[in-house]
């Protein structure tokens, strides 16, 4: 008889269980209000529940994060981080951040703004020179995802970016390079440095720095031309440097 009232009260507990979730699922739990904290002046309120696509009514249960975040992040490709929190028992709470660009790719004929991180922005008409400019084979272009770089070019660019950012040279407006070998940097918007290949990056940038205060010391602090590192590899210690309009090498026809 134990035995009996047991197995009762274990299928009735089963039972109320299978009926609470289903009503979680169907009945209770559905969302009544959602909020947004971070919306700026580009997109407003409205649009990012739109791209999150809620609705009130929908069920938080139900609900997918991770989707909702994806989908706002690239339907709206500004914010560069989206997160949905649900707040039991009915509200949707959005909490979104919004980016700046900070650098220019060119891809064909086509300019795209592009936030630290390389996330794609937009596409735009005119170079912006307050951006970093950046020339280098690319695979795909989207708006709102991430430029798509080949396994080789990205190592280049990488190892580019990491000794750059060591180095002292601090204003680099534009990084161009077809292949590995023909490595190409502008300074200030009007020092073209000829490096060549990454080998021995770190003593090219770092000699870079130090032509550079010598030529400034000699010609001026607005002095234009090239510098040509290429050739600081097997304890070589050459440069050169030639003085010559920026417009000689206009990064956004020729490089």
Known sequence: KN????????????TLIS??????????????????VGAGERYS?????????????????????DDVERSIEKKLP????AQLSKKFPSTFKLTVKETEPDRIYS???????LCKGE???ETI??????????????????AGENIAI??????IYNELEKAISESKLNNITAISFKNKVDIKLIFDNRLLLEIGTTENIKEKLATASEVIDRVMSKHGDEVEGSINLKYLVDNNTETYFTQESILDFDITEEM
């Open 45 to 65: 309120k409205s649009d990012i529940i739109s791209a999150a696509g809620l609705n009130v009514g929908d069920n938080l249960f139900l609900t997918d994060s």
């Open 150 to 155: 080949d396994n080789e070019i990205s190592e």
């Open 19 to 36: 009926v609470m979730v289903v009503l979680s699922l169907t009945v209770f739990f559905k969302a009544s209000e959602i909020t947004v």
């Open 3 to 14: 035995g009996s009232n047991i197995l009762i009260y274990a299928f009735l507990t089963i």
């Open 125 to 142: 008409d005119e170079y912006i020179s307050s951006y970093t400019y950046y020339d280098i084979p690319v695979k795909e272009v989207k």
């Open 78 to 81: 500004y914010i560069i981080d």
């Open 107 to 113: 891809v064909g004929k086509d300019m795209y703004a």
């Open 119 to 121: 996330k794609v922005l």
